[in-house]
């Protein structure tokens, strides 16, 4: 079973349910967790882990073009095939900006001189912890500066799956884009994550069109519910039977998180609030 | 007016507040007088329009990009390629045609040039819609927006950027705002290039001290000028974020406290309304 968990919007809570499921997961199942904002992973922060990893492995998963200066006559066939507007012919000589290469190999194939190579860049770091929890947690960290977040995904979920486990829990990036493609791609079910505010609600409904996309089943939590409670049951009387369940905003969790406790070692009402998702999400398994 | 200044406004972290402090900040201005038009380059996921109670309506331009599309009777089923789409987006069922994988195709075209049949052939979808709406007389927001489900959405910031700036010329605006989406990556790089000053939005937890890092790396390695912005800077503890502005010598520009007016504008999309800076 592999399970992610996703919102569109960034910081409505998806890595504070994520890493809560897997603490109280890991107590019957064997499980891994992969951490997928490979762009700003903060899964481990909300699992209690500071930057000890068992294994720290730079990784390449992506290829950028190369113009051999000798060969290219600066006719300009790369630049026009590029859709990613990577490639300007400067002083007649073909000029990629790494910036902006995804690697696609397009280039390469039209080159009539054979002047453009893919090399291989090292674009992030994965890292590896089995945790004071007894499970093991995937994550990396995408170079700043460097592309190809989707592919680090793909990385990482294809290691994640040498781990004996009952359950995959994947914690999905904000947006709707290469890498929350790449965590969706695949898994069995969806937690979907909102808060009641116009965007939240705006942006779970452009995350859905990914998840509908691959036709994965999907449940719905509400966080910061009492933030503004009518538009709460305005998105729950949306979501239908896809509603799972609510959790309050509690200024306390800022606090949590700041002694490094995971929500669900705290007393705080979100933790039992997050249990009974928990039994929620049990029954919609079985 | 003088020469038009860029400021970008981003953080790496997802719910730090972007879209308030690039608001606030344009109020702050207006206030002044200035003319500023306000780029939306979350393009995943714009919220700019909803937090102004703009509507977005009939879009002023409309991105296309090139996606392939098999033509059965001239292909072969030799494979090359799916062999050869770094995107794994093709897929070769043993003994059938190729099956293209819309969701996962960055529309690079390598495909339909390899093919040595040419039975591989183009067509042209929307990827993308940018929208201008006028908030106030001196006030104009500019949004790019993803339409349906798109695997590289870099193409659509630079287009619906170079749209915005076409705008602000045509204004004669002072300020160029621009909001960018959350995370390091190309849509956030595309977005950023080209500003004069980056504003990056964090907040008083290890998480927005952890991601605030890596934005400041980002905007260093593209040598973007940079200032911290601290949201809800009375929650939590600021310990972490005064010490990187402090080791890497980045003012901290403002802190704004934890306000239930300021969540309630946020949530009702009343912010222009909120003077706050």
């Not at chain 2, 860029?6 to 900040?25: F, H």
């Amino acid at each position: 079973m592999k399970i992610a968990i996703a919102s569109g919007k960034g910081g409505v809570g998806k890595s504070m349910l994520a890493s809560s499921l897997c603490l109280l997961l890991s107590k019957e199942k064997k499980i891994v967790a992969v951490d997928a904002d490979v762009d700003a992973p903060n899964l481990h922060i909300w699992l209690g882990q500071k930057e000890n990893w068992d294994l720290k492995k730079e990784i390449s998963v992506l290829e950028k073009a190369v113009v051999d200066k000798s060969k290219c006559v600066g006719c300009g066939a790369c630049e026009q095939i590029c859709a990613f507007g990577a490639i300007e012919v400067v002083n007649r000589k073909a000029k990629v900006n790494q910036l902006f290469c995804e690697g696609c190999g397009a280039c390469e194939v039209v080159c009539p001189n054979k002047a453009i190579t893919l090399k291989e860049v090292k674009n992030a770091q994965i890292r590896v912890k089995k945790n004071v929890f007894g499970f093991p947690l995937l994550s990396a960290q995408l170079y700043p500066g460097e592309t190809g977040s989707g592919k680090i995904v793909d990385e990482l979920k294809s290691r994640a799956e040498k781990f004996k486990y009952q359950t995959m829990v994947i914690d999905a990036p904000a947006g709707t884009g290469c890498p929350v493609i790449a965590a969706l791609n695949g898994v069995d079910r969806a937690i979907l994550v909102t808060e009641p505010t116009p965007s939240g609600f705006a942006d779970l409904k452009r995350v859905l069109q990914v998840v509908n996309s691959f036709k994965v089943p999907w449940k719905l939590v509400i966080n910061k519910w009492d933030l503004n409670p009518e538009k709460s049951r305005q998105i729950k009387a949306w979501a239908k039977n896809h509603f799972l369940g609510k959790i309050s905003y509690d200024q306390n969790i800022f606090k949590a998180l700041s002694s490094l406790r995971p929500i669900i070692k705290t007393d705080l009402p979100a933790k039992e609030e997050i249990l009974k998702i928990y039994q929620e999400l049990l029954k919609w398994w079985e | 007016m003088g020469k038009l200044k860029k400021i970008s406004v981003t953080g790496g972290k997802g719910g730090v507040g972007k879209s308030t402090v690039a608001i606030l900040l344009a109020n702050k201005l207006l206030a002044k007088g200035k003319k500023v038009v306000l780029l939306d380059l979350d393009v995943e996921c714009p919220n700019d329009y909803l937090l102004l109670s703009q509507k977005l309506t009939t879009p002023v331009k409309k991105i296309w990009a090139q996606f392939p599309k098999l033509n059965k009777a001239k292909c072969t089923k030799c494979g090359l390629c799916a062999r050869n789409c770094r995107s794994q987006a093709i897929f070769m069922p043993p003994g059938g045609y190729p099956l293209f994988v819309s969701e996962l195709c960055s529309g690079c075209g390598l495909c339909w040039h390899l093919c040595p049949e040419k039975a591989i052939e183009v067509e042209k979808k929307i990827i993308g819609e940018v929208f201008e709406n006028k908030v106030s007389s001196n006030f104009h927001l500019i949004t790019g927006r993803v339409v349906g489900v798109v695997d590289e959405s870099g193409p659509i910031v630079t287009k619906a950027k170079e749209h915005g700036l076409k705008i602000a010329k045509r204004l004669k605006a002072d300020y160029f705002l621009v909001d960018t989406a959350v995370g390091l990556h190309c849509g956030v790089i595309r977005a950023l290039l080209g500003s004069d000053l980056s504003l990056a939005v964090t907040e008083p937890t290890p998480l927005g001290a952890h991601d605030l890092r890596l934005i400041l790396d980002l905007l260093k390695k593209l040598k973007i000028k940079a200032k911290i912005i601290l949201n809800q800077a009375d929650l939590g503890d600021k310990k972490e974020i005064l010490k990187i502005s402090k080791e890497r010598k980045i003012k901290l520009e403002k802190e704004i406290p934890y306000s239930k007016a300021l969540a309630q504008a946020y949530s009702k999309g009343k912010l222009k309304e909120v003077n706050f800076w």
